[in-house]
């Protein structure tokens, strides 16, 4: 039994191996825009952050407007046609969580609902799920969290967050909510450590987390 009252997964990195595959082809992107930046600065930068912040951020360093979904969405869309799947162990660890749970990600709504239904998760969340375009200000801020918390009619500090960046970490952290920073996508067991999260790198390790163990 957990000791939590709802368990708020992110998407990206989390339940769906999106990630690895979403770093790699924004490095090629920047390099096309004239902005080359290795997989782990982008790591640093951008995972975890909202489209629209990572936009913003590029069109300043490079001094003009990019509309991203109209040229670089496609690419996206490729690149998790051939090769996106859920996280390894994460339908097993699902299946043994009788808590009550959501999704609360950076992604669009448009653009989570993707990714969970190519990967056979959607069902798992549906009419739960929670996106950045709910709140004015996303991750790092804890307006996310707070929200879904909300929406669910729990008590923040009763709600654990299982997240893989740093800027989720932050976000939960500032939401006084418990957070667990898995360490199997792209960010090190170090840095979600130093940023709050109790670390974990298998998702066969959660549900004993959960219950405190």
Known sequence: MSQFDLIIFDCDGVLVDSERLAVRTEALILAELGWPLSESQIVARFVGRSAADMCKEVEAHIERAVDWD????????????????????????????DTLTCVASSGTHAGIKYRLEKTGLF???????????????GKPAPDLFLHAAQSMGVDPRNCAVVEDSVSGVVAAVDAEMTVFGFSGSVTSSEKLASAGATTFGAMSELPNLLIGN
């Open 70 to 97: 109209e040229e670089f969405e496609a690419r996206y869309r490729e690149v998790f046609e051939k090769e996106l799947v859920a996280v390894t162990g994460i339908v097993d660890t699902l299946n043994v969580i």
């Open 123 to 137: 069902t798992q969340f549906e009419g739960r799920i929670f996106s950045s375009d709910d709140v004015a200000r």
